[in-house]
C-alpha cells in the first residue's frame, strides 16, 4: 500500500464516537426552540405594538376633532381621563378600550396570525373573484387547505403553459415538489378579503423567480 | 414538500459521520471534533432561514463545518503559548512520515480541497459550493497542492 493510500485508509477509518448523533440531536432541538422563540415574541409583540398604537393615537384624534366643535365637546376629552382616574386606574390606555373603541381598534390590527407579511405590492394576477363574505380566521384558513392547495396546483399549471414558468409540483420524478400547503403556510389577506398565498423565492419555482403569490378566489376558500 | 428543517436535520443525522471526519482532520482531538460538529448542527438549525436552496443542503452544512473547525484552530493558535505545548508538537511531527506531516501543515483552504476530493470523494462542483469559490479556482488550488505534496494524481 503506497504511503496515499494508507492516509487514506486512516481518514475513512477515524472512529466515529457511538453517541455523538444523539447529542447532536439534542443541540438541534434546542436550536429550534431558541430560534421560534424569537418567532413567536416579535408575532406577540408586533400585535400588542400594533393595538397599543392604534389605542394611543386614538385619544389624540378625538381631542383633534373636538378641537373645531363647541366649547361643550371639549369636556369629553376632560371626561375621558376624569372617568381614568375616578376607576383609579393608572393606565388611561385601558380605558380608552373599555370606552367602547375596542370595536374599531381591533378592525385596524393586521388579520392574519399565521403570517408576517402583511406589505406585498398588491396583487399579482386578479383571477377575476366575485365579492368575497370571508371570516378570515385561523381556524377557517386550516379547514380549506385542501381545496387551496387544489386551487394553487391549478394556477401553477395554467403559469406553466401560459407563461411558460417553471413550477416545482410533486411528481414521481420530483418527490419534493409541492403537493398540499400546511397549516403554517404563509399567507395574508389582501384589499378584497381574499386570501394570498406567499412562498418564499426557490420553495416551489427557481429562486430568480423570486417570492410567489397565488390569489385564491372567494369561491375556493370554503371548508 | 420537506420543510428546510427536516432536509437539514436529515442530512445531519446521516452524514454524521462525515461531518465528524472532516472535523477531526482539522483538530486531531475526538471531543473537540464533537464539540465543533454540534455547534455547526446548532448554526444549521439557527439559521436553516439562510440556506437558500434545499438540494444544496448538505454543500452548505460542510461549509459550516469547515469554518468551525478552522475558527477553532485559530483560537487554539491564540492560546497556545506555553513552550511545553510546541515541543511536543514538535515531536510529534519527526513522528509522522513526510507526507503525512506535509498535509497535516497545508493551510486550511488545500486542506479543504484535498480531504474533500481525495477522502470524501466530493465532486469538484460540489467543492466550489462548499468553498465558495469557482470551479477554475478549485481546480488550480487543487493542481498546486498536489505539486506541493509531490503527488502525482489525477485533479
Redesign the interface.
Known amino acids: 500500500m503506497t504511503?496515499?493510500e494508507q492516509?487514506?485508509k486512516e481518514?475513512?477509518e477515524?472512529?466515529?464516537?457511538t453517541d455523538?448523533?444523539h447529542?447532536?440531536?439534542e443541540?438541534?432541538a434546542?436550536?429550534?426552540r431558541?430560534?421560534d422563540q424569537w418567532k413567536r415574541v416579535v408575532k406577540c409583540g408586533s400585535g400588542v405594538a400594533a393595538a397599543l398604537l392604534v389605542v394611543i393615537l386614538l385619544p389624540g384624534i378625538v381631542f383633534f376633532n373636538s378641537g373645531f366643535g363647541e366649547s361643550k365637546d371639549m369636556a369629553a376629552p376632560e371626561t375621558l381621563f376624569d372617568s381614568a382616574e375616578s376607576t383609579g386606574s393608572s393606565d388611561g390606555w385601558f380605558f380608552a378600550t373599555e370606552a367602547g373603541t375596542a370595536e374599531e381598534n381591533k378592525a385596524e390590527a393586521p388579520q392574519s396570525t399565521a403570517s408576517s407579511e402583511v406589505d406585498c405590492d398588491g396583487a399579482m394576477n386578479n383571477v377575476g373573484s366575485s365579492a368575497p363574505v370571508l371570516e378570515n380566521s385561523a381556524e377557517d384558513f386550516s379547514l380549506c387547505i385542501e381545496n387551496i392547495s387544489a386551487e394553487i396546483l391549478r394556477q401553477m399549471e395554467t403559469r406553466m403553459q401560459e407563461n411558460g414558468e417553471t413550477y416545482?409540483i410533486?411528481s414521481e420524478l420530483y418527490p419534493?415538489?409541492?403537493?398540499k400547503i400546511s397549516e403554517e403556510q404563509n399567507y395574508y389577506v389582501n384589499e378584497d378579503e381574499l386570501y394570498v398565498i406567499v412562498f418564499e423565492?426557490?420553495?416551489?419555482a427557481p429562486?430568480a423567480m423570486g417570492v410567489i403569490e397565488f390569489i385564491i378566489p372567494a369561491e375556493v376558500a370554503v371548508p | 414538500m420537506k420543510t428546510k428543517d427536516a432536509v437539514i436535520s436529515e442530512i445531519l443525522t446521516t452524514d454524521y459521520a462525515m461531518f465528524y471526519r472532516i472535523a477531526y482532520s482539522y483538530v486531531r482531538s475526538e471531543a473537540d471534533a464533537q464539540d465543533i460538529v454540534q455547534e455547526s448542527a446548532y448554526k444549521a438549525i439557527y439559521y436553516a432561514k439562510k440556506l437558500k436552496n434545499p438540494e444544496y443542503a448538505k454543500t452548505w452544512i460542510c461549509r459550516i463545518v469547515i469554518n468551525e473547525a478552522v475558527s477553532f484552530l485559530r483560537k487554539r493558535k491564540k492560546n497556545q503559548t506555553e513552550p511545553m505545548d510546541r515541543e511536543l508538537a514538535c515531536r510529534e511531527a519527526e513522528d509522522m512520515t513526510d507526507l503525512r506531516n506535509a498535509v497535516e501543515k497545508l493551510q486550511p483552504e488545500e486542506k479543504t480541497v484535498i480531504i474533500l476530493r481525495y477522502f470524501e470523494d466530493m465532486k469538484l462542483e460540489e467543492i466550489a459550493r462548499v468553498c465558495e469559490e469557482s470551479l477554475s479556482t478549485v481546480k488550480s488550488r487543487l493542481y498546486r497542492t498536489l505539486k506541493k505534496l509531490k503527488l502525482d494524481l489525477e485533479v
Open positions: 504511503e496515499w492516509i487514506k481518514y475513512r477515524i472512529p466515529i464516537p455523538g448523533p447529542q447532536m440531536l443541540v438541534m434546542s436550536a429550534k431558541k430560534r416545482y410533486k419534493e415538489g409541492f403537493e423565492a426557490g420553495t416551489v429562486e
